[in-house]
């Protein structure tokens, strides 16, 4: 099993920054890591859960969803299995839940029923 911890998170005013952080560990298949993405989704009250940004963990190569590019950044870390979240220039509308994930193939990495792994979320909210 893989365990994915998130870090980070809180109350911030709208304009503001975030960072969030979250880290794998465990086994897949036998093996240390056979993670393909990581990635990050959001869950606000009355929504359903909603992809936010991904990282392929060899290959780097990033994916965003629109309402977030040009002011969230997902970084990978494949050395350490990490992976971090920088909000910049928060909204309140981007007040939700966020959940780190992981899928162990290759996927479009934007659907939720594509990931096998997720952590116990962390809360984000952004005041007007």
């Known amino acids: 099993q893989v365990q994915l911890v998130e870090s980070g998170g809180g109350l911030v005013q709208a304009g503001g920054s975030l960072n969030l952080s979250c880290a794998a560990s465990?086994?897949?298949?036998?093996?240390?890591?056979?993670?393909?993405?990581l990635a990050w989704f959001r869950q606000a009250p009355g929504k359903e859960r909603e992809f936010v940004a991904a990282v392929r963990r060899i290959s780097s190569l990033t994916y965003y969803t629109d309402s977030v590019k040009g002011r969230f950044t997902i970084f990978g870390d494949s050395a350490k299995d990490t992976v971090d979240l920088q909000m910049n220039d928060l909204k309140p509308e981007d007040t939700a839940v966020y959940f780190c994930a992981a899928e162990t193939a290759p996927t479009t990495a934007r659907q939720v029923n594509e990931y096998n792994y997720w952590g116990q979320g962390t809360q984000v909210t952004v005041s007007s």
């Open positions: 465990g086994r897949h298949g036998g093996q240390l890591f056979k993670l393909y993405t």
